[in-house]
């Protein structure tokens, strides 16, 4: 089995990742601008270690933007509200380094009312593009698939219903809601590439510093049963457990 298959690992990651943080905070910013200013051109980037967050870029824009002020509400709307998860967003360190747009890349992007549409550039920005598989009805690989569903719960009551269910649980023992953290799914394919096997589904859990690890656990295993007893899924959907069969949904 082990020379005729391989390991396939998809991580999902939610608002709670560091990558996520960074996107969110850039779109945060891209808002801003255009919903003063549609003719805004911005390229932002943003980046964040323990309890820092910078924001750089290039902006043209007619807009008056707080970009600090962007920074923290996002933060803090996301759930970094302290020291213990990392990131607080009301204390934490904010850099801020924003230029107009270069000449260069500006007189290739601009001029949207005054040159043929043939003579404006699309800029030195990247864009990220996939494909479509037919492992799964969303068509995309099962493994992600299977990440995601961890991430919003097992039965689809709602993208945030796990969440909201663990913060619901966390305030109610007057902890802070943390932010969500990724999920895994690790899958053995034949080499022909169709998967055949769950290996392995990863859940991470952010958590407070203080308490017996035992108490944690039994959180955990009380969320599972929780999600266990949820209503069935839909006709149709199947459900994916460790290392039971998949049953292909292509012929």
Known sequence: MAAESFLFTSESVNEGHPDKLCDQVSDAVLDACLAQDPDSKVACE???????????????????????KIVRDTCREIGFTSDDVGLDADRCKVLVNIE???????QGVHGHFTKRPEEIGAGDQGHMFGYATDETPELMPLSHVLGRLLRQGPHQGGPQRGLRRQAGRQEHRGQRPRPPLPRAGVL???????????????????????GDPKDRQGELRLQARDDHHQPRPQEGRQQVHQDRRIRPLWP
């Open 100 to 106: 107009q747009q270069s000449p260069d890349i500006a």
């Open 188 to 210: 053995r394919h034949r080499r022909a590439g169709a998967p055949v096997r769950v290996r392995r589904l990863l859940r991470h859990r952010d958590h407070p510093r203080q």
């Open 46 to 68: 943003t980046c964040t270690k323990t309890n820092m967050v910078m924001v750089f870029g290039e902006i043209t824009t007619k807009a008056s933007v707080d970009y600090e």
